[in-house]
DNA sequence: TGGACGACTGTCAATACATGCAGCTGTCCG
DNA sequence: CGGACAGCTGCATGTATTGACAGTCGTCCA
């Protein structure tokens, strides 16, 4: 199921959400309408279809607020209620290892969407620009493909890195989200390329430290 | 509040609890008079009446299915590993008020150093450069003074901005982590400036969506 | 013995809602 | 260039749903 939505797509996903917390009821189009200040409540119909076609929600046709969350599936055997931080990779070894989880982040791991699988630590400054900082941690979803333009977290060979994801044919581009950095060119005929998963939220416990982020590389925003 | 129910009037809380479980939605008096083999609506919403009345549900005039659970879930709420959705702010308002409170989070506030008291959403791109981007939650600790180059929760009025601090003086300079945004400058002498709290986490749940971090604004770099 | 109330039946008007059709403006991409 | 698609406006139709009115029947209770 492919769950890349688009921003408008993924505001009006958030509202129906936050509208069934709230209310305890789904939205109408019409009150999505106004929430949004469309002028036709035809606006909010394409976006459910969008969002129903895209598989995040459902539509129950004729019934009024006939929108339901499709709260996706589960993996690995939790509680449910709190996620692995993966930490260091060795090499072939499944990415979910008993080794390789450090510890244990109490966090419900049904506040994302999709519901993640496990956390990874960021590391360097190459996804920048999509607001993943260093030292962050990615929530990451289990799944073996991914979609154009999705951030992944892939592995070639020993190395893990998270990057946005193009492929073209059998050439695949891993794109970093900061022009300091240069993509990764990958042609499957010759390199094994696995994808770990798919990044599908964060959490940054460590505060905004320095007066600006403290670049490794490069100049921040002055970019001009 | 008075909670005894008749057996019939349990049955039927117990159906409008299955239905919302299991459907996403609540019923309409016509499910509900289909369901128990009534022959008429009325009954069903004789039955919604009387459980308004002893409190354990709450009719919405005027909506379908208007028909929320007043189950105390909110207990769940404050013990200490969850977090509280701070929504639209109304002016003069207390930011914690009860009325701006949209939701709660599950998540471990120790996960965070120091721990946060709320979390708000972010809204615009001006702190992009910082990797807080719209739709992401801001996990804020309340204080009522900041140092300067800290990210703090300032309020000006009505507005509510997320801004790095820097004050020199009287004057108090709030700004983005972005080029395309000015800087805001406040002389504490003729202005008030309302510290709400400071940003020492963030959780982003919505995924990473459009190719690129869709900017508002100018370019994200990339673009290319 | 006359309420007050629970548990219904039956009917109806006024909205609340979902959903179809037609058409517009962009952007991305082959 | 042309097509596919995201995002919209505007209008229209029919059905879904709420909520009010008017009764019936039985039980518990002062």
Redesign the pocket.
Known sequence: MDFT?????QQ?LDFVRRHIAKQGI??????I?TA???????????????LA?KGVIE?????????RLTGDEDAAANDGDSLPLVGRVAAGNPILAQESVESWYKIDRKLFHPQPDFLLRVQGWSMRDAGILPGDLLAVKRVPTAQ?GEIVVARMGEDVTVKRFER?GDIVRLLPANPDFAPIRIDLAQQDLVIEGRAVGLLRTGGFAGPSPAPLHADMSSAA
Chains 1, 2 share one sequence.
């Open positions: 939505l688009t921003p408008r797509q009006i789904p939205p109408t189009r019409a009150e309408t949004f200040g469309f002028r036709s409540v035809t606006a909010a119909e394409d976006h459910l279809r969008a076609r539509l129950l046709p004729g019934a009024s607020r006939g929108i154009n073209r």
